[in-house]
């Protein structure tokens, strides 16, 4: 309902959130000369955010394609690791290449709050009104239906503009609680738990053979997640290592673990524990993550309002991207804004529907349709892809590796009976042909 | 295992707004499971269960993750709002 306040300012965009999408949108939009305010409930944006932290260098070029010059970067990655766990052993792939000590990386880590900083300050520097502290606590819409405005939690004051992007994040509460959005479905988001552990760069340098700025990442599944569908991570960072693991809430929620719980058995697992030793832990943090793919995504634009990032549930859990299409949604909706804006056409939901369209024509919409099956697949085959086949694989890698007298017919014939006795040959083949067809 | 996570949480830095709970527990005298699964699912262990079988929550060291409002949706078991502006907790690193 429209409120009979009098706001003395009236912006082109609110923008709800500083978080990456948010951000992209407000810089782009400003850039564009818009009139933009936004708004964060931190303290200072990034105070609440919480990300592993992979940055893909892509999606923030596009915005700000000279960002390598003041942004706060960890390190370039030039290995990746894959990890099988089962409770002592890790089967795995390492890839490293010298080719990722490129001139303009790929990938790099990251630490969000100082990250968020930095772009915020991009932001503000673009010309946008940037007000922190401060909470949305509903839309203002008009008796149609149009948003028209928000009212936030300093004295439920208003502010009016000719159009809202919500960019609140997954646990968004505005969309939500305004009905735009559906509400949060406990298996289509993951509940993550994160330590920051602090170690000498040297020490970091030495224990994963790096040098100057390369970084490693870990990511790694299996039984530390005890069945339920779920991965753990580790990157490194300049002078500290961030580890975390994340399950589906609905697992959690009829699980019997707590996150901390898992946590600990992963940092205390014997390929890892080695490499945080004699960390000193400084912060520990957790946020949720959105699961729900392809099939989740909910209505993403209406009268006045276009919903960006993790509140679109924009997530290609399997790659763990989220950060670069946070960004390279809040770019897309600021481009259609601007455009819309020149042409003097309405924020109207007919003219919106074109960011739909532009993020079809992405890799958003299209790697998020590409992998849309994998989190039915996940669910349906949880126990045997967090706890049978880790532990198949690394049984069937020790009995391989072992020297002992057996001749090596032998050792085949062992590690086929081995499979078939932990998973029948049907299960087998269906988890195989439903895992294909999902990633197809 | 017991792993008490209250010794991470002593690392964690807060703006507690006191007297204004930001989360809160409905008047019940039998938990549902939902409620009760959050004693355990609470990553900084808010939810606890008193002497007379309730689940109480004390949110200061909560991480707003918003867990424990998905889990207890269909059961409408707690209020949760996100603190005033400014105040909860505050990641230095995230
Ligand atoms: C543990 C973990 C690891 C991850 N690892 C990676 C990774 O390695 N690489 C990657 O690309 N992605 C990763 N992700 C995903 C990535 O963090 C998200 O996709 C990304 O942060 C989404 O950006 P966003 O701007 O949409 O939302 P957010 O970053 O959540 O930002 C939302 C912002 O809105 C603010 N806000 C919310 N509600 C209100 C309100 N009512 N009023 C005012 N402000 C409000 C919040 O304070 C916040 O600043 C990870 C996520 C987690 C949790
Ligand atoms: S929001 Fe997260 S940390 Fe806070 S009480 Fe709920 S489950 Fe616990």
């Known amino acids: ?72 970067l960890e390190r370039h990655v030039i290995e990746q690791r894959i990890w099988m766990l089962d409770d002592k052993s890790y089967v795995g792939m390492n890839y490293r290449s010298e080719d990722f000590n490129e001139e303009r990386p790929n ?86 738990v994160k330590e920051m552990h602090f170690l000498p760069r040297e020490t970091i ?11 490693v990442v870990i990511e790694a599944m299996g039984t530390v997640t005890d069945g339920m569908v779920g991965t753990a991570f580790l990157y490194t960072n300049q002078e500290s290592i961030s580890v975390g693991i994340g399950c589906l809430v609905s697992d959690f929620k009829t699980g019997t673990a707590a996150p901390y719980e898992l946590l600990h058995r992963f940092k205390t697992h014997p390929a890892i524990a080695p490499l945080l030793e004699g960390a000193e832990v400084k912060e520990y943090a957790a946020h949720l993550i959105p699961e729900g793919g392809y099939n989740s995504i909910p209505q993403l634009y209406g009268d006045g309002w276009l919903i960006v990032g993790d509140a679109g549930q924009f997530v290609n859990a ?22 819309l804006h020149r042409m003097r056409e309405p924020f109207s939901s007919e003219n919106l529907a074109e960011y739909h369209t532009m993020l079809k024509n992405s890799f958003v919409m299209k790697d998020l349709k590409k992998y849309k099956g994998i989190p039915g697949f996940l669910h349906s085959s949880s126990k045997h892809v967090f706890g049978t086949y880790p532990r198949l694989l690394s049984q069937a890698a020790q009995t391989w590796f072992r020297v002992d007298g057996a001749d090596k017919r032998e050792k085949e014939r062992q590690i086929v009976s081995m499979m078939r006795k932990d998973r029948s040959f049907s299960g087998l083949i269906s988890d195989a042909f439903k895992l294909v067809r999902a990633w197809r | 295992m017991t792993i008490k996570v209250e010794d991470t949480l002593f690392s964690n830095r ?81």
């Open chain 1, 1 to 72: 309902m429209a409120s009979a306040q009098q706001p003395n300012d009236k912006f082109d965009v609110i923008v709800i959130g500083a978080g990456p999408s948010g951000n992209a949108a407000a810089y782009v939009l400003a850039r564009g000369g818009l009139r933009v305010l936004q708004l964060e409930r931190g303290e200072y944006p990034g105070s609440k955010n919480v990300q592993g932290a992979i940055l893909y260098a892509n999606a923030l070029e596009q915005i700000i394609p000279d960002f390598r010059d003041d942004a706060p």
């Open chain 1, 107 to 192: 990938r790099y880590t990251i630490i969000r709050a100082p990250f968020d900083k930095w772009f915020s300050r991009k932001v503000r520097d673009a010309g946008a009104t940037i007000v922190c502290e401060t909470t949305v606590t509903e839309l203002i819409r008009t008796e149609a239906g149009r948003v028209i405005g928000v009212r936030t939690d300093r004295d439920g004051a208003v502010v009016l503009a000719d159009m809202v992007i919500m960019a609140e994040g997954v646990n968004g509460l505005v969309g939500q609680r305004s009905g735009l959005r559906p509400e949060l479905k406990p298996d289509s988001v993951a509940l993550a």
């Open chain 1, 205 to 215: 340098d030495a224990r994963f053979n790096l040098k100057g700025a390369e970084g």
């Open chain 1, 318 to 339: 399997v790659h763990r991207e989220g950060s670069n299409m946070a960004m390279t949604s809040g770019r897309l909706a600021a481009e259609l804004v601007i455009k």
């Open chain 2, 14 to 94: 807060y703006v507690v707004d006191s007297g204004r709970a930001h989360i809160k527990v409905k008047p019940h005298t039998i938990p549902s499971p939902a409620l009760l699964a959050l004693t355990r699912v609470c990553p900084a262990h808010c939810y606890e269960l008193n002497d007379r079988g309730q689940v109480e929550v004390i949110a200061d060291g909560c991480l707003e993750c918003g867990t424990c409002r998905i889990i207890c949706q269909d059961s409408q078991d707690i209020e949760w709002n996100y603190p005033r502006g400014g105040f909860g907790v505050l990641f230095k690193f995230g």
